[in-house]
């Protein structure tokens, strides 16, 4: 069975840094674009940042360029988010998704495997 899991997640001061991890399981991603993806309460699952699956091209969201890195360990078949300078706004559900393509995409429906989400919660 194909699985995306995601770990890392919890509550961090504003300002402050956190690390999301996604491993792969059931099937290689080496050659997949992938993506993270986030739903905050009472809001719409918005787009965060993508990758291509050799890992050269990254694109973000403008709401989090300059404070968030994408990246894969393709040995270890795992999606990372180093997420620095933490607001209150970035509080929500992260997910990470893969695509059988290894194209970035931004958009959703793009990604045929998701993962169940971690949570991140900033506050003081």
């Known amino acids: 069975q194909v699985q995306l899991v995601e770990s890392g997640g919890g509550l961090v001061f504003p300002g402050g840094s956190m690390k999301l991890s996604c491993e792969g399981i059931?099937?290689?991603?080496?050659?997949?674009?992938m993506a993270w993806f986030r739903q905050a309460p009472g809001k719409e699952r918005a787009f965060v940042a993508t990758i291509n699956s050799s890992g050269g091209y990254a694109y973000y969201a403008e709401g989090v360029r300059g404070r968030f890195t994408i990246s894969k360990d393709k040995a270890r078949n795992t999606l990372y988010l180093q997420m620095n300078r933490l607001k209150t706004e970035d509080t929500a559900l992260y997910y990470c998704?893969?695509?059988?393509?290894?194209?970035?995409?931004?958009?959703?429906?793009?990604?045929?495997?998701w993962g169940r989400g971690t949570q991140v919660t900033v506050s003081s």
């Open positions: 059931g099937r290689t991603f080496a050659s997949s674009g």
């Open positions: 998704a893969a695509r059988d393509l290894g194209g970035a995409q931004t958009d959703a429906a793009s990604y045929q495997y």
